[in-house]
């Protein structure tokens, strides 16, 4: 006999509607939910793929479309080497299967790949939106369900697995979906501010949010109530720097106000000092500016980087834009001068110490004259370039998210498992759900989601057809039982 379901998370009073019995739900409908839902429905999986929002494609839908991870597995540990190496191992080896895919699906996928993205990743440039579409289609020709407005509010679970989720539909209307497996593929907690101040930390609140807003963390919340394990990397994040401050901030204004030249220039804070090693990349520049006073920072560049990097298409399907015309009309604070020390001057009106300044400059140069070495205790590359060539420039930048890099503990099969390790039966979970593939360092978002969505849903579908196939004979045992009983 099956054992009496129950919820493992809140409470509701409200009385359930409707029962629908599916093979596999996937909650989210992003490039990992919909890669989970599309892999688990052709392998033979009834699915309901359920979205919280109106719309469906999460933050992938906003992204510029570029399908890119580590080149090599060694190239991921020295990029990466705080990430999980065995999450790591298998999504580059899986990544050319997982582009053959998508150009067999008849999708656009570029001929020819962009080199050193991020500073060190491979990729092409994709339609993210047909991509997106197609997963759905696939999904509905398989006999699936796709409903957007339908927020999962609890697990179900009968005392051994993970059975389904009860989802708000309509409005108020709750539907008990009963499944094998539930699969979570909400992108992440950025949009949590109590989650992030508590995992990141001091001005974690300060962050933007360069993001679909109903990524909260619900798959979090959910793993953990059904004895999820968390992972490392809690306190890290992806996102860009902007310009400070901004007069507005929406999706179309996400990539086009990201400063991603900034690792060409000089990076101070409100102290006027160097913190980090700004050739690390704007990743990563961001990440670092979060720590400091007020969480903000300031670049300093010439015409050189003005009128090259400033101005390039970071890569195939973003667009060439001029990021720092784009920064000052959206209200950035900024100054321009013929010469550095003018350019200072102006930057000390802000209420930064101008000696600080001079210093730093100064001790930077130098060091890059060098060939690179250290400048008042902070590493300077050798490959970085002083201003020298005017007009120069400043423009004061702040901080965003775009995603979070910890969540729920999986292995690569995209099972959840708890603090022991194990796995928590009918659970899976994929893209920035899952915890520690990045840490710190990037290893890219769409590929990485499209790829641990497929891992989810191959394995949630085969546990899916194992649990059918192994009640099958217990049904018809306990309707035997019973008919015998009658006929004495």
């Known amino acids: 006999m099956r054992s009496k379901q129950r919820s493992i998370s809140i409470s509701h009073h409200e009385s359930v509607e409707e029962t629908r019995e599916v093979d596999v739900v996937v909650v989210g409908s992003g490039v990992s939910g919909s890669s989970a839902a599309m892999t688990a429905a052709r392998s033979g999986a009834r699915v309901a793929m359920l979205e919280k929002s ?26 990466i080497p705080l990430g999980n190496l065995e999450l ?25 790949p962009k080199q050193d993205i991020m500073t060190f990743g491979i990729g092409y440039s994709t339609d993210i939106h047909a991509i997106l579409a197609w997963c759905r289609e ?37 539907v008990r979906y009963e499944a094998k497996a539930v699969i979570l593929a909400t992108g992440g907690f950025q949009g949590a501010r109590d989650e992030l101040t508590l995992q990141i930390g001091p001005n974690a609140d300060r962050l933007m949010l360069r993001s ?3 990524s909260v963390g619900d798959g979090l919340r959910l793993a953990r109530a059904a004895g999820a394990g968390g992972t490392k990397a809690m ?14 901030f929406q999706p179309e204004d996400y990539l086009p106000y990201s400063q991603y030249y900034s690792g060409s220039t000089m990076l101070v804070n409100l102290l006027g000092e160097r913190f980090t090693d700004e050739t690390e990349g704007d ?32 890569f195939p399907g973003l667009g060439a834009t001029d990021r720092f015309a784009t920064a000052v009309d959206a209200g950035g604070t900024y100054a321009v001068a013929d010469t550095l020390s003018e350019l200072l001057d102006q930057v000390a009106a802000w209420g930064i110490d101008r ?17 690179g070495g250290v400048a008042r205790g902070i590493k300077v590359s050798a490959a970085a370039r002083a201003p020298q060539q005017g007009p120069f420039y400043a423009l004061m930048v702040q901080p965003s998210i775009t995603f979070t890099f910890g969540g729920v503990r999986t292995n690569t099969d995209g099972e959840a498992l708890d603090y022991d390790g194990r796995p928590i039966p009918g659970l899976y979970a994929a893209g920035a759900d899952i915890g520690g593939l ?43 039982s019973t008919t015998h009983g009658e006929t004495a």
């Open 283 to 314: 990743e990563l520049l961001n990440q670092a500016v979060t720590f400091q006073p007020q969480a903000r920072g300031v670049l300093i560049f010439d015409e050189h980087v003005r009128s090259t990097e400033a101005i390039e298409e970071p």
């Open 355 to 371: 000696i600080a300044l001079g210093l730093t400059l100064d001790a930077y140069a130098d060091a890059v004259a060098s060939g």
């Open 54 to 79: 109106e719309t469906f494609g999460g933050s992938a839908a906003l992204s510029a479309g570029m399908f890119w991870t580590a080149p090599t597995v060694e190239a991921y540990q020295a990029r």
């Open 438 to 480: 990045s840490n710190y360092g990037y290893a890219g978002g769409l590929a990485p989601g499209y790829i641990t969505g497929r891992w989810a849903g191959r394995t949630a579908s085969q546990q899916a057809a194992a649990v059918q196939l192994k009640r099958g004979p217990a049904l018809i045992n306990a309707a035997q």
């Open 212 to 214: 679909n807003p109903g």
């Open 138 to 174: 696939e999904v509905v020709a398989a006999g699936g369900q796709v409903r957007t407005s339908s927020p999962v509010i609890e697990l179900l679970y009968d005392g051994g697995r993970v059975t389904g989720v009860v989802a708000r539909e309509d409005g108020n209307r709750l």
């Open 235 to 248: 306190s890290t994040f992806y996102g860009h720097l902007l310009p400070y401050p901004v007069d507005r």
């Open 88 to 112: 790591g191992a298998r999504l580059v080896g899986d990544y050319a299967d997982a582009l053959a895919e998508l150009r067999a699906s008849g999708v656009r996928v570029a001929d020819e």
